[in-house]
């Protein structure tokens, strides 16, 4: 079964890369409503607090720039000051040669961050089970070369990305430290991915009709002898189905699969020596933390990790990472009730764009995960929810969606569309 699944994957490559690349030009219908290389100069400034346990208050400044020197240039920018420090760096849509080659380069350098490390994998979890991790000098970079072809109806896009850092507390969800090692356990990974996308809609940016693939494949080789060498393959379809007016009906499909070419280290003495945490034969919270994580290393290290459910782009009502596992997959539907009318200019001095329309959306999302291929799409869970967004001409898509679960509901505040990349 895993041969035939690899195999699937690989000749869906090859056939969106032969037929694509003969049958796009000739495609004549949907045809694009607009400029698939918006020069738009558009803006927001926003200051936005934040309050983390262990970790205290302070402010993140967010700085969105659209098509800088009418180019096709997008920067984002986020200082963080207060308790935690650092800066967050996005480049994205650099023109290297015409309307081909794009670059997108990200640096994100963090001197104190706290993230939710959920034990449990699946979906048969409790939302409580989760530890905080208190990781310093975090320091993560991406570089992305797109190659477009026929006005971004035939992409193919390869990425290197890598990070490293120091996990140097942990802290029970209400913030109290279960343990502090005296030396922090340092992590590192890196991986590579080379995908290919057929967007044949009638607009790369606020699609309307028409269909979207992208086929993604994510090496990530063992960087030690104690981690495991695999691979993740990827596919994400996106269907626009036009309705009532200027309303759409987006259908989505998505499949995240990991294929592990040869084990980790899963010996449990050898794990624990690895994470250092030194609790004490007493201390029964420290002890249970401890084995928690130690499942969650032999879970990672003997299936592999797919890409997560949960935050702004897909499971909307839960947080980010949610959900793990080795096999992901996901069906969603959304309807777009949009309001659109000519371009207006509007300068709210921290706010600079020029908006297309307006629109409310209403979803509904659907998904399992599992660590077998066979396990898949035994237990799922369900989320619907509602939200309002502002097309620019810029290219932003500013989005507010409020999603709902089995385990409460959740803002989602963003700049682009749900469901477009993984």
Not at 124 to 134: G, R
Not at 270 to 275: G, K, T
Not at 279 to 292: F, M, S, V, W
Request: overall charge negative.
């Amino acid at each position: 079964m895993k041969n035939y699944r690899i195999s699937l994957y690989v000749n869906a490559l090859l056939l969106a890369v032969v037929t694509g690349a003969s049958a796009v030009p000739a495609y004549s219908a949907p045809e694009r409503r607009k400029d698939q290389f918006p020069a738009e100069y558009g803006y927001l400034l926003a200051p936005l607090p934040y309050s983390m346990p262990g970790i205290g208050e302070g402010l993140f400044v967010l700085g969105n720039f659209s098509n800088i020197f009418d180019t096709t240039i997008d920067a984002n920018v986020v200082l963080v000051t207060g308790e935690a420090r650092g800066k967050v760096i996005v480049f994205d849509e650099v023109p290297l040669y015409k309307r081909n080659l794009f670059l997108h380069a990200e640096v994100l350098d963090i001197n104190t961050v706290v993230t939710n490390n959920y034990d449990s994998r699946g979906m048969d979890t409790n939302k409580d089970d989760y530890t905080l991790l208190e990781i310093s000098s975090y320091l993560a970079s991406t570089l992305n070369l797109d190659l477009t072809f026929f006005d971004r109806k035939l992409t193919f896009s390869a990425m290197r990305f890598k990070n490293r850092g120091d996990i140097y507390k942990v802290r029970d969800p209400k913030g109290n430290i279960i343990s502090s090692p005296s030396e922090p356990y340092k992590f590192s990974s890196r991986s590579t991915m080379l995908a290919a996308q057929i967007d044949l809609t009638d607009d790369y940016l606020d699609a309307r009709k028409g269909v979207r693939v992208d086929m993604r494949y994510r090496n990530n080789p063992r960087k030690d002898v104690n981690d495991p060498d695999l691979f993740v393959t990827e596919l994400n379809s996106n269907f626009f189905i036009p309705t009532v007016g200027n309303d759409t009906l987006v259908l989505n499909y998505f499949q995240s699969d990991t294929n592990v070419r040869k084990r980790g280290n899963v010996d449990r003495d050898v794990i624990r020596q690895e994470l250092g945490l030194q609790c004490q034969p007493g201390d029964q919270q420290c002890l249970t933390t401890e084995e928690n994580l130690i499942d969650m290393f032999v879970n990672q290290r003997k299936y592999g990790t797919a890409s997560s459910l949960g935050g702004n782009n897909r499971f909307r009502a839960y947080p980010d990472g949610r959900f793990n596992g080795a096999h992901v997959a996901f069906v969603g539907a959304e309807y777009r009730w949009n309001f659109v009318h000519d371009a207006t200019p509007f300068n709210y001095y921290i706010w600079r764009d020029a908006h297309t329309g307006y629109q409310l959306a209403f979803f509904a999302e659907h998904a399992t995960v599992s660590e077998t291929w066979g396990d898949i799409w035994k237990d799922t869970r369900t989320v619907v929810g509602a939200g309002a967004r502002l097309v620019t001409q810029s290219g932003s898509v500013y989005r507010a969606d409020l999603g709902f679960g089995d385990e409460g509901m959740a803002l989602s505040v963003y700049f682009y569309y749900p469901w477009d990349g993984s």
